[in-house]
Each structure stands twice: as C-alpha cells, then as structure tokens.
C-alpha cells in the first residue's frame, strides 16, 4: 500500500514570495490534515479536511495560507506571501475515517526554508 | 485547551539498557494518547496508543508505555535499546470520548531526541 506522497520535498524561497505544497493521501483516506513543524518543536495543526470539506482551520494564519481539497482526495496547501517565520516542515497526514480512534499516516513533509 | 510537556529534550542511553521517556498531558478529561517515532528522513510513525482500558499499552519495536491518570502521565518505556531507537519521540493528545465527523488534530509535544551510545 502506498504512503502519503508529498511534493517538492525541498523548497527555498525569499521573503514575500508565494509557495505551494501538494499532498495525496492514502488511496481511500477520507480526512486529511496539515501540519507545520519548526525546528525543535513538535508538529502543529494546521488545518483538517474531511473528504472535501474543512473540519477544523482554527490553527491557519488565514491571512497569508490558504489550503483546498477541492475533490476529496489530494490536497493543496499555499503560503502567500511567505515570511521567515514560515520556515518549517510542512506535513501531510491522512486517515481513513476520521476521529481519533483512527491511526494518521505521515508522509515525509516538505521541508521550506525562506530566506 | 490541552497541551503536552515532554520535560526531557535529549536523553543518551547505551545500547541494552532499559529506556523510559517522561510525557505529562493537560486535559480537562481523559484525552486519547499516542507516541510517535520520527526518524531522520522518515515520516512519523505510530507506536502505540491509548484509549481506554488497560493502562498499559503495547507497542511496536518493543515499546509499551503506561497511561496514569493521578500522574496525568503516559511515559514510553523499552526494556533494552538497539542502536537503530536512535530519533525523535513525540508524544500527542486528541480529546477523548469522540468519534467521527469533528476535529480530532493531534496536540504534540516538542519531542525527545534520543542517542544511543554503543
């Protein structure tokens, strides 16, 4: 069985600059999350899909990242325009169901550097 | 709102002893809980995870840990390190007693980073 696919898995931008992650998710996976990870922490969430639609964003700094799921399955997420607080490790996890009695599946994040 | 302590950001074990990461969890009820494993270049894995029942729960690798409410804890233990535990744990809550249809995003801590010396 396939993982949780991200891409790029590396991306170096300057300040102000817009970016974009893309995630697919385990074949059948209805809920799809975003996280973001900054060094020596542990990961945050972002933003949570469930099929098509947004569950929970209450964590998204809506006023420069922006996320869609537009079909219910692979997942977009964007930053515009980035600052250097935004560098991290963005990443994408999925579950089958939903709630928390289901396992999330990672994938290997992509790692964004703003200079 | 919940939050995770890991009160130990490195902890240095030699390879065959006995391990034990410290975890404490702020919660108004009993949160579900889970530890996670992130190794270099790998995604983040689930070891294992609590939701109710036995308190101490079983793993992969090895691992267990133990769910004590009084403590509000959930500590990772191994009984003998290999080489290869070296990474980073993560231990997460999601609120408890629900199931489907709701926000159930993990609330991490910042982790443990683990080195095993030969």
């Known amino acids: 069985e396939a993982g949780v696919a991200q891409s790029p898995r590396y991306k170096i931008i300057e300040k102000r600059q817009s970016v974009a992650f893309w995630c697919n998710p385990i074949?059948?996976?209805?809920?799809l999350y975003w996280y973001q990870q900054i060094l020596g922490q542990g990961p945050k969430l972002l933003i949570q899909?469930?099929?098509?639609?947004?569950?929970?964003d209450s964590q998204l700094p809506k006023d420069r990242f922006s996320a869609e799921r537009l079909k219910g399955v692979d997942s977009t997420l964007k930053i515009q325009p980035a600052k250097l607080e935004d560098s991290a490790v963005y990443l994408c996890?999925?579950?089958?169901?939903?709630?928390?009695?289901?396992?999330?599946?990672f994938g290997p994040g992509t790692r964004l550097l703003v200079l | 709102a919940q939050s995770v302590t890991q009160p130990d950001i490195h902890i240095t074990v030699s390879e065959g002893a006995s391990l034990e990461l410290r975890c404490n969890y702020s919660?108004?009820?009993?949160?579900?809980l889970f530890w996670y494993v992130q190794s270099p270049g790998q995604g983040l894995q689930l070891l294992l995870k609590?939701?109710?029942?036995?308190?101490l729960v079983q793993g992969i690798k090895g691992f267990e840990a133990e769910f004590k409410r009084s403590q509000s804890s959930f500590n990772l233990r191994k009984p003998s390190v290999h080489w290869s535990d070296a990474a980073e744990y993560f231990c997460?809550?999601?609120?408890?007693?629900?199931?489907?249809?709701?926000?159930?995003?993990?609330?991490f801590g910042k982790g443990t980073h683990l080195i095993i010396q030969p």
């Open positions: 074949s059948g996976h209805a809920t």
């Open positions: 996890a999925s579950s089958l169901g939903g709630g928390p009695l289901e396992t999330q599946y």
């Open positions: 997460a809550v999601t609120p408890g007693g629900y199931s489907g249809g709701g926000a159930d995003g993990l609330t």
């Open positions: 899909f469930q099929n098509n639609g947004v569950v929970d």
């Open positions: 609590y939701f109710s029942g036995d308190t």
């Open positions: 919660y108004g009820a009993t949160p579900y």
